[in-house]
């Protein structure tokens, strides 16, 4: 498979980004989700037919892209004005978004804000993600940022691993085998040594705050203010955990799918990295979305 790689430049470093195919052909953005990387993206990429132009963003502090600067906090909603410069820098007036848990949850946000450039939208198990969105007790909500500065030593420091020590690790954080692991890590270990390395993942992310400790009905509303075409593509493996009818995700795509007849949902069978491990599992709903414009909600 042929990419295109290259950065673009931003006031405190660079954005790494993919490509793969015809730049004439009909714009895709894919954003990844928390601790991850475009990599997450390749085994879907394949699968896409030649007619779309798809673009893969390395979020800051992921895969080969620069972090944000040291110091500070990274909230849920930092990654949505880095969509926008790489929009801005794509030149794009509309396009089809794509995203998997919080890159799912940072695309809603952002078709909130533009509306009219997100042509239509692809949310991978954003479940996950979508449950620590909403932070109604506001103990928790100060609490992470308490626990951020207390332990600030702990979210700036790099570990050093062996490549044997950083595949366990990856293996160990997600329900992935090692072919899998091998195409996480290709954007993320950074060379230190003979067999030493680090991951490029920045260690902020692991406390992420709500946007604002406002009530469910916020992000409901704000979800489905626009009519935006999307698709819900929900890991069956996560149900128990995340798509209880008491979960936000749960009651956000019912809302969703009700009040727009171009919102779809469906299960598919695997865990939350399915569109890694088995993409060919859903692309054929996928691609039917992307051709068609009316849906029904399977939810």
Known sequence: MELKEWKLKVPWGNIALLSHGNTSGEPVLLVHGRLDSAATFLPLLKLMPAKYYCVLVDLPGNGKS????????????????????????????????????????????????????????????????????????????????????????????????????AMRSVLNARAINEEEAEIVLSRCLVEMGPNLYRLSWDRRYKITPGFNSLPEQFYIDLFSQHRTPSLFICASLMTDFYYQQSNLSVKLMSHMSEANKNVNVIWVEGGHDVHLTNPERFIEELLMFLDNDILISKL
């Open 66 to 165: 620069d972090p944000f600067p040291k110091g500070m906090a990274l909230t849920r909603f930092i990654g949505v004005p880095v969509i926008d410069l790489v929009v801005q820098h794509l030149g794009w007036e509309q396009f089809i978004y794509i995203g998997h848990s919080l890159g799912s949850e940072q695309g809603m946000f952002y078709a909130s804000i533009y509306p009219k450039r997100v042509k239509k939208a692809i949310y991978l198990d954003p479940g996950p993600s979508l449950e620590y969105c909403n932070v109604q007790d506001y103990k928790r909500f100060f609490k992470s940022y308490q626990d951020f500065y207390d332990n600030y030593h702990k979210y700036d420091s790099e570990r050093a691993y062996t490549k044997e020590q």
